[in-house]
């Protein structure tokens, strides 16, 4: 079905195209949005104001001709013109009502299929072998899958990779530091850090030995040419870094269709050169092998290193080159930190002229700061998350235990996991990707404020409405009750509730969670002045059904949305 949104925007394209035949309006921004003040309508639209230099004209006069061949039929109550050129408009109460009954009937809520018969692969989380996840890596891990399962949402297919970092020369330092300096009990315990430790240590002695360098680079040969004993080892090295990434992931609820690492694409490398060569991408400097990018503006790209050894853009390369022509994917969206940005155009500007088609995208953000003592390792970048997300769970508990101090230990902790890992999801993906956050308890558990454990228990006491309305009134039948808005705070309920399939659109498109989460918070607002100031149970008949109504269609979206934020709602909190 159609958002209000497209319905609008729709009706707005046919006004201007009928009031200026022959007017190029393409470039026009004809789209109706929410009102930003809901005084004067529910949705506005700007684009007279965009349209005076096109149209030679003052942007109000160009307003009044549209205006006066919009078609209002049965949708607009009113139309009005504001300041130098505003159109706002105003649904009716019919429209509006007709629109959500459609909308909660429909199995995705009215959420649009653009998506159908479409490919993307995500690529998201990839943590490098043997080193702790970053907080880099858990950002990315968790705005990786809810980016997959709100373009799921919109019908497209969505491959989840987790294009580990498994390959490249830190694995004979790597090696090295394992045969000498490891502590097998450490290794039982705690295998990423036992393995990054050593790491370092090995790494250390490199600068101060060239003997041991020069070793270190041997065992790396040693391992590319399949020695089974370095190959073993290499293996080794995988499985105690994925099983402890594994767990992190079952936590947090996190699934990959597939996991791909870098070295899955080791023997394609030579392709890479060959196939750059042959199109004349590349060219010798200094013994390097160098795809040039003056007309980009950006510095070349080193494809092969001086000592033959290829760089991560090669892997890139070669790993977007095997994804098109396994999959023909739509678009392949990279999920990184910011500090990548200069990667990622460099490597999708050498694709694009070694003929890659597939719309590539890289979605980065800012960094967050996590709270100081508790997550910092010794260097100061990695964190523990399994620390952060264990603290979230026992906070959570606390908070359950207040809340519902009745409620079976079982069942509290089980909701206590929910809340806990759901805060800290929603600390993160509630803000714009793009900023840099400070993570703090107090706002990821804030019970009063824009965080998940409101939203869980805005959920749960919705629940606890229908369950009253059942056990009172057994026979009403609230899905036949026709909407009605009596009150302003139900039409103002009812406006949020018809943006959600906007909102999943909006956070696709402009790959930011945030706005989902803005929405569903904003929902769950509208929602609360609604409980406070409208009567629900002992409200008339009629009355009584389509508030209640109401209620559990917003339970319905606030469980939706936050599902596809990856965050799960537990009936009774
Ligand atoms: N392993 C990389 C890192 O830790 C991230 C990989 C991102 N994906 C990619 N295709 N480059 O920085």
Known sequence: ?????????????????????????????????????????????????????LLRQPPRAIAEQAVAQLVADGLLAKVDIAGPGFINLTLTDEALAHHLEALQADERLGVPQPGTGKTIILDYSSPNVAKPMHVAHIRSTVIGDALKRINRALGYTVLGDNHLGDWGTQFGILIMGYR????????????????????????????????????????LVKLQAGEPENLDLWQTFIDLSLAEFNRLYERLGVTFELTRGESFYNNALPGVIERLTALH????????LVAFLDD??????????????????????????????????????YVTDERQQLHFRQFFAVAKKAGVQ?????????LMRLPEGLLSTRSGTAIKLDLLLDEAEKRALELVQASSPDMPAEEQNSVARAVGIGAVKYADLSQNPQSAITFTWEKA???????????????????????KH??????????????????????????????????????????????LADTLYDLSQAYSSFYQNVPFLKAEAGLRESRVRLCALTA??????????GIDTPERI
């Open 1 to 53: 079905m159609q958002t209000i949104k497209d319905i609008l925007s729709a009706r707005l394209r046919d006004a201007f195209a009928a009031a200026f035949p022959g007017a190029n309006l393409a470039a026009l921004p004809l789209d109706a949005t929410p009102a930003g003040d809901e005084a004067f309508g529910d949705y506005q639209c700007n684009a007279a104001m965009a349209a005076a230099k």
């Open 180 to 219: 000498h300096f490891l502590d097998p009990a450490a290794l039982a315990a705690s295998p990423v850090d036992e393995l990054q430790r050593v790491y370092v240590l090995s790494h250390q002695k490199c600068d101060e030995d060239t003997a041991w360098k020069d070793q270190a680079r041997a065992e």
């Open 281 to 288: 991408l590349v060219r010798k400097s200094e013994g390097a």
């Open 296 to 333: 980009e503006k950006l510095p070349p790209c080193i494809v092969r290193k001086s000592d033959g050894g290829y760089n991560y853009a090669t892997t890139d390369l070669a790993t977007v080159f095997s994804r098109e022509a396994e999959f023909q994917p739509d678009a392949i969206i």
């Open 358 to 366: 597939t719309h590539l995208r890289h979605i980065w953000f800012g």
């Open 445 to 467: 558990l804030a019970m009063d404020g824009n965080s998940a454990p409101y939203l869980q228990y805005a959920v749960a006491r919705i629940a606890s409405v229908l369950d």
């Open 470 to 515: 059942r056990e009172r009134f057994p026979a009403a039948d609230i899905q036949a009750a026709p909407l009605v808005f009596d009150s302003p705070f139900a039409r103002r309920l009812g406006l949020r509730l018809a943006r959600y399939p906007d909102a999943v659109v909006d956070a696709a498109t402009q790959e930011k969670p945030s706005l």
């Open 556 to 565: 319905h979206i606030l469980r939706h949305g936050l599902s596809l934020l």
